[in-house]
Structures are given as C-alpha cells and as structure tokens.
C-alpha cells in the first residue's frame, strides 16, 4: 500500500517541467538521504528560477559545504553574489554554534549578577557539545534568514542537510517554544512574570496543542527593567520561531521537495521521511528522482542495471502515487557550473 490510498497517480513528469509548479512559492525546502544529489538539484533549481527573472537566494545548511563546488564559485558565510537574480549562503554549523552561543552569553549576561558572569559564560561554552546544540543554533539562523530575506528575495530555497537532520529543523520550533516558556516559568518567582506565563502557557490559548500560539499583548510597563529585558528576549525568540513555523506550513508559500535515485535505500528513507512530514501537515510538493538511466544507454551491464531500476521506478510510482515525480537523467559527465546546472533542466530522459 502506498502513502495515498487515491491511485490516480499523477504523471511522471521531466525535470523541465518543476519551475512551472513552484515558481510562485517563495520558500522551498530541497532534502533527501545524503548523496542523492540534492546539492545539485537545489542549485539547478536555483539557477533556473534566476534565470526566469526571479531573485533567489539558496542557502545550504549542510555541513558538508558542496553548495560552492556545485556553483563552481566561492560561497561562504555571508551571501554572495554569484549570477545575475541569484545569491548564495552556505552556513557553517559549526562558526553558527560559536555565534549562537555567543549570542546568547552577551543576552544572559544584561540579566544576571556581574560575579555570576564567569560560571554563566563557562557553562553556556560548554554546552555548545551537547546533543542538539547545532541544530538549535542552525534552526535560528534559518529562521532570520528566512525573516531578513522574505521581502528581498522572491524565492529562498534551502538546501538542507540529510533526511533526519531536516526532520529535526522542522520539528525545532515547538520545543523551543516549549523551552521559552520553561525559562519564563524557572523565573516564576518573580511575580511579574507569571502575568507572562500565564499567556503564553499553551492552556491559556485557544489551541492547547500548539505551545506557539499568539502571545497576546503583555503589560509589561509595571515590570523592572531585568524583567521587562527576560520577557522581551525570550518572547522576541518564540515569535521568530512562530513567524518560521507558520510560513512552512503554508502550501500557498512554500514547497518541500525530495530527491531520491531509484535505489532501495532512498526509497525507504524517502516513505519514512514523507510520512513524518505530512502526518505534521507540511506541504511536500514532490519528488526529484534523480539518475535515471537514459534509453539511450546500452550495453549488457547497463542493461542489467535499466531492468532493476524499472522495478524501483515502478516502486516509487507506487508508494508516492499522488506526489508529482519528475525524473533527472544520469548525466554523462558531472554537473559543475551555472551553465550545466541550467542545462539540467534541459534534460529529458527518453
């Protein structure tokens, strides 16, 4: 059984034909299981939509730091030009880590004692190791990025890091918020911040399910300043987190796409992966079914190899029925450069 118990399976589609159903989107997520190619693909797509006119910024937060090779240009920490409409990012978990915390100790540090100051600092650099440090301080950079570049940019496209680590950016948001609100209820004794606790607690809002409802206004003006400055930063993070959460979630905005090849591997992961997204209702817009074998490849090794990728296809056919596929031929040489990105999207695979 498929993902979708509607068997009127949408076309396989070629690769040309993805810039038509998602040129209107202006937040598109690329993911997949590391070595599909989604590097290449996001950039193709990026490459593309430049060239229609759009102004594109791609962003990659995968560690493995492939977006300038694929671009064939310098891409580092802060945007860059690289062609005409498209700019480029790639973040560097580990400097975002180091930023993140840093971050962090200058804030902590307006609303603690100064002879606390050293065993704050001490504490908060050692937990730029602990499980879940990177992707907190990712989450947040993607999150401004998003912020700062939504009026600026028509499309922002985010080449993430393999399948489970996209799972997690895109689960973060509700256990930060729910984190925020810890904070605020760990300084409870402070009477002027149960005012606050009390609005953002997830029983006070009319969805108890979402720990990142609307705050409503707060009457902060009899608070002294400690923690007026406490509730604006934490408040301040949780509806950056909020604005993030609520344009993913909108199909109207934005598109998640998956690459996979026509392997086992991919698949499975792939079903695994779709499954978590839409049972968290985030608008997965399709598959890019990447290396697929030209017709016009010959030889008794190839053949051999065709025969089991039509077995895969008509897998993938099957469990992803009503999610639009379109297929990217195996290529005969590799794909560096914005001119054999662009060409990419040329290809057809009869």
């Not at 998602?22 to 430049?50: D, F, N, P, R, Y």
């Amino acid at each position: 059984m498929g993902l979708f118990k509607n068997t009127d399976a949408t076309a396989t589609q070629p690769i040309s034909a993805l810039c038509k159903s998602i040129q209107q989107k202006k937040l598109i997520l690329v993911g997949g299981k590391g070595g599909v190619g989604k590097t290449t693909c996001s950039s193709a797509l990026a490459v593309q939509l430049a060239a229609l006119g759009k102004r594109v910024l791609i962003i990659s937060t995968d560690p493995a730091h492939s977006l300038g090779d694929a671009l064939d240009t310098s891409v580092g920490n802060t945007i860059v030009t690289v062609a005409p409409n498209l700019d480029a990012l790639e973040i560097d978990p580990d400097a975002e880590v180091s930023a993140h915390i840093s971050r962090i100790i200058r804030q902590t540090k307006q609303f603690v004692h100064p002879q606390m100051y050293a065993e704050v600092e001490r504490q908060l650099r050692n937990s730029a190791e602990s499980p879940g440090a990177q992707e907190a301080a990712l989450l947040e950079r993607m999150c401004r990025e998003i912020d700062e570049g939504y009026e600026k940019y028509d499309t922002l496209i985010f080449d993430t890091a393999p399948t489970g680590h996209t799972l997690r950016l895109l689960s973060l948001p509700e256990a930060m918020a729910a984190w925020t609100q810890g904070m605020l209820k760990h300084d409870k004794k402070s009477q002027e911040l149960s005012g606050v606790l009390a609005h953002l607690a997830p029983k006070a809002g009319k969805d108890i399910d979402n720990p990142l409802a609307d705050p409503q206004e707060l009457a902060t003006a009899q608070m002294n300043e400690r923690s007026k400055g406490i509730t604006e930063t934490l408040l301040n993070r949780q509806r950056l987190f909020q604005r993030t959460r609520r344009i993913l979630k909108d199909s109207e905005q934005t598109a998640l796409l998956f690459v996979l090849t026509p392997e086992k591997l991919p698949i499975l992961e792939t079903e695994r992966a779709i499954k978590t997204l839409l049972k968290e209702k985030l608008p997965v817009a399709g598959l890019l079914v990447n290396r697929v074998l030209p017709a016009t490849a010959d030889g008794d090794f190839l053949a051999q190899r065709r025969e089991q990728e039509q077995q895969r296809l008509q897998e993938i056919q099957h469990l992803f029925a009503m999610l639009p596929r379109y297929i990217i031929p195996l290529q005969p040489t590799d794909i560096q450069g914005l001119s054999s990105l662009q060409a990419l999207f040329l290809a057809t695979s009869n």
